[in-house]
């Protein structure tokens, strides 16, 4: 059984930041993992993804230089550093888990087979 659980959301100043987290557990092997979010009355949203072992990192342009995905692949846990938070950033947060993946240029939720349950962040002006 497969088990991702990510937390850490918060509500935040425009210009902070937040790490969230993302405890992965039944997968073995390298395995990709990714960070999505969905704003109110908006589609998820690919933010940034990468491979648990000797993979590339994607960034979504809204937030390249300002976020950070990575992973402790000792604790399977996978982490977004997010700085120069903005209002825009707002939504619900996802973290998910695929052995496999078709798209390698960008986070396409449809290639993701596990998913957290989902962790709020608001960023207020």
């Known amino acids: 059984q497969v088990d991702v659980m990510d937390s850490g959301g918060d509500s935040v100043q425009a210009g902070g930041s937040l790490t969230l987290s993302c405890a992965v557990s039944?997968?073995?092997?390298?395995?990709?993992v990714a960070w999505f979010r969905q704003p109110v009355d908006k589609g998820r949203e690919g933010v940034a993804a990468?491979?648990?072992?000797?993979?590339?990192?994607y960034y979504d342009d809204s937030v390249k230089g300002r976020f950070t995905i990575s992973v402790d692949a000792v604790d399977n846990t996978v982490y977004l550093a997010m700085n120069s938070l903005k209002p825009e950033d707002t939504a619900i947060y996802y973290c998910?888990?695929?052995?496999?993946?078709?798209?390698?240029?960008?986070?396409?939720?449809?290639?993701?087979?596990?998913w957290g349950q989902g962790t709020q962040v608001t960023v207020s002006s």
């Open positions: 998910a888990g695929s052995l496999k993946i078709y798209h390698y240029d960008r986070a396409t939720a449809t290639d993701y087979d596990y």
């Open positions: 039944g997968l073995a092997g390298p395995y990709y």
């Open positions: 990468t491979k648990t072992s000797g993979g590339g990192v």
